[in-house]
């Protein structure tokens, strides 16, 4: 069902590239017989070709569209997507996600003094710097900074330092427990 939507997409894009196409040759045909004294054509090729720009407003605008969605998910789910969201997703969409991702992880390792700086964390300001979470699936050992490791096995639960489990809620491997 869903390949048969991306298909849908697809092929609506390239029935609007083909429509373009079409309208480019008519004019171009009507251009050459104006030249010859046709003027009476004019005004079709002028409507052609506004047309024409129409559908590549339209055509560049959903695409701009897209790539913000794109860029969203990065920030959203961190650098691995969910199968569910890859496979909505085309395979120059999923270049450009991963192009994307490289690009602001080379950034975010360039800040913070040679350290780097995760700016996918702390998205929202937090109102408290612990958290209770629960462990949705087994995920194994995991470091805190004070050097504590915790086994995060599926259904435990901890109080751990909000900005160390962030990313594991957004994965899908922790959940914070609301009290």
């Known amino acids: 069902m869903n390949s048969i939507i991306e298909y849908e997409k697809e ?3 390239r029935q609007v590239l083909e429509e373009m196409k079409a309208l480019y040759e008519q004019n171009q045909s009507d251009v050459n017989e104006a030249k010859s004294g046709r003027s009476e054509l004019i005004p079709t090729i002028k409507f052609r070709h506004c047309s024409l720009l129409r559908n590549r407003r339209c055509i560049l605008a959903y695409l701009y569209d897209r790539l913000l969605r794109i ?3 990065r920030w959203e789910y961190g650098s691995v997507l969910p199968n569910a969201v890859r496979f909505h997703m085309s395979a120059d969409e999923m270049v450009w996600f ?5 690009s602001l992880a080379t950034y975010m390792r360039s800040l913070g003094g040679g350290d780097g700086l995760d700016l996918t964390q702390d998205i929202k300001p937090p109102k ?6 629960r462990c949705l699936k087994d995920y ?3 470091e805190i900074d004070d050097g ?3 086994l995060l096995k599926k259904n435990s639960q901890h109080f751990l330092p909000r ?3 962030e990313q594991l809620i957004r994965q899908g491997i922790l959940e914070h427990v609301l009290s």
């Open 98 to 102: 991963n192009q994307y991702k490289k």
């Open 163 to 165: 900005w160390k489990c």
């Open 71 to 73: 860029r969203a998910l």
């Open 140 to 142: 194994g050992e995991f």
């Open 11 to 13: 092929d609506g894009i």
């Open 148 to 150: 504590t490791t915790i």
């Open 128 to 133: 408290s710097l612990y958290i209770e979470v």
